[in-house]
């Protein structure tokens, strides 16, 4: 029985059509949600967004502009406390804006002497020094602080926070569901040692395959180097792959409208693969993280610069194959036990093509020797909404 009500504002990078932040979005409501249901505490998000009307209208919840000060005072005034995550808030290889909006953000509820707590973030790059003193004093006063790797617990502790006041945990996105009524697809291989199983629930309404029996290898490609040589390092890749086996090439950009641009990017350079029996199609204008989340989960293999496809296809099962523009990406690989494949400035097109072929061979291997370690890192993702509704909880 619901005994108390809790209002959380939540900030973070949302309602800017990126479908690995929106994921981190829904895993964090999705994960207070369940804890609230368990607890007896009920909770009212309220979330800092580029786009409020879209945000409300995915995700049910209340939303003001993450910009507008004036609201964004008045939305942590009447709330009992504020999330700030998750992904890479604190960090100044973008721009130097980031770190000083975020912390304000925090600072702003501490001043307004309300909890704060640090979801599973990805803390650095930091560059400047001038930032470590700003963030050392706002990270002490928060009551529950917990990042998503070691090295960013690391950098932490170097600019001055005890090793207890940290928890490390996963991205939250790896306790992200599926969308409800959606039989899992490639999930079930880690049981049967089949790797074509579950392509008959592909979404249909995004040019999903023809040939139902080819390998399907989900790609998430971005822009990075100025001369784009890694995507043509990538596309020449996927052209020797084809040569070799029949594939179906499944383009999913994560971040619109840039992302799509990439991947056409890549697509024009791969040519006629048709000719030897393989298929190229990318997802159509896919902003709702759970419907990107079910596409994954239909690949074989997922080939990804960006982190949250990655972390999307570990979720699901399905083997990531990382090509790293950021030390993040390395991060998320070593707690798979693996490496990247590349660098976005290194990449060898025979060795990209040598390892996904490889992986296409050994699919059930792999998931036999990573199933129990993915299955608890997806446990251990609702540790921090655990954490949070507990401190509520005892406050209410």
């Not at 900030?11 to 994921?23: I, L």
């Not at 003193?133 to 932490?156: G, H, N, T, W």
Request: glycine letters at 8%.
């Amino acid at each position: 029985m619901v005994t108390t009500s809790q209002k959380l504002v939540i900030s973070g990078y949302y309602g800017f059509r990126n479908s690995g932040d929106e994921a981190v979005l829904k895993s964090i409501l999705t994960a207070l949600e369940e804890e609230s249901h368990r607890s007896g505490v009920s909770i009212e998000p309220i979330v800092l967004s580029g786009d409020p009307e879209s945000t409300t209208s995915m995700y049910g919840v209340r939303s003001v502009h993450r910009m507008k000060f004036k609201e964004v005072r008045e939305a942590i005034k009447e709330s009992d406390g504020l999330i700030s995550g998750g992904g890479s808030l604190l960090q100044d290889a973008t721009g130097l804006k980031s770190i000083p909006y975020y912390l304000g953000v925090i600072k702003l509820a501490q001043w307004l002497k309300k909890p704060t707590f640090i979801y599973a973030q990805g803390i650095g790059p930091v560059n400047r020094k001038i930032f470590n003193p700003m963030i050392r004093s706002v990270f002490k006063a928060c009551k529950y602080v917990s990042v998503r790797d070691e090295q960013s617990a690391e950098l932490l502790r170097q600019l001055g926070l005890q090793w207890n006041q940290i928890h490390v945990v996963p991205d939250p996105v790896m306790g992200l569901p599926l969308p409800e009524n959606v039989a899992i697809g490639k999930t079930a291989v880690a049981e049967s040692g089949e790797t074509t199983s579950g392509k008959e629930g592909s979404s249909s309404h995004n040019h999903s395959p023809g040939n139902t029996k080819l390998p399907v290898i989900g790609i998430s490609v971005r822009f990075w180097e100025s001369d784009r040589k890694e995507l043509t390092a990538i596309a020449a890749g996927l052209k020797k792959l084809c040569v070799h086996k029949a594939v179906h090439l499944r383009f999913m950009p994560f971040h619109l409208p840039k992302d799509e641009e990439a991947s056409r990017f890549v697509m024009e350079l791969l040519g006629d693969v048709s000719s030897k029996g393989s298929e190229v199609s990318i997802t159509d204008n896919l902003t709702d993280p759970q419907l990107m989340l079910q596409e994954v989960s239909q690949c074989d293999i997922v080939i990804g610069m960006r982190l949250h496809s990655l972390i999307y296809a570990a979720s699901q099962y399905v083997p990531p194959v990382g090509i790293s523009y950021d030390p993040k990406i390395d991060q998320f690989m070593l707690r798979l036990h693996s490496d990247p494949v590349g660098s976005t400035s290194t990449l060898d097109a025979d060795q990209l093509a040598k390892h996904v072929s490889k992986l296409l061979d050994q699919r059930s291997q792999w998931l036999k020797e990573h199933e129990e370690l993915i299955t608890e890192l997806k446990q251990e993702a609702r540790v921090p909404a655990q954490q949070i509704i507990n401190y509520l909880g005892r406050k209410g």
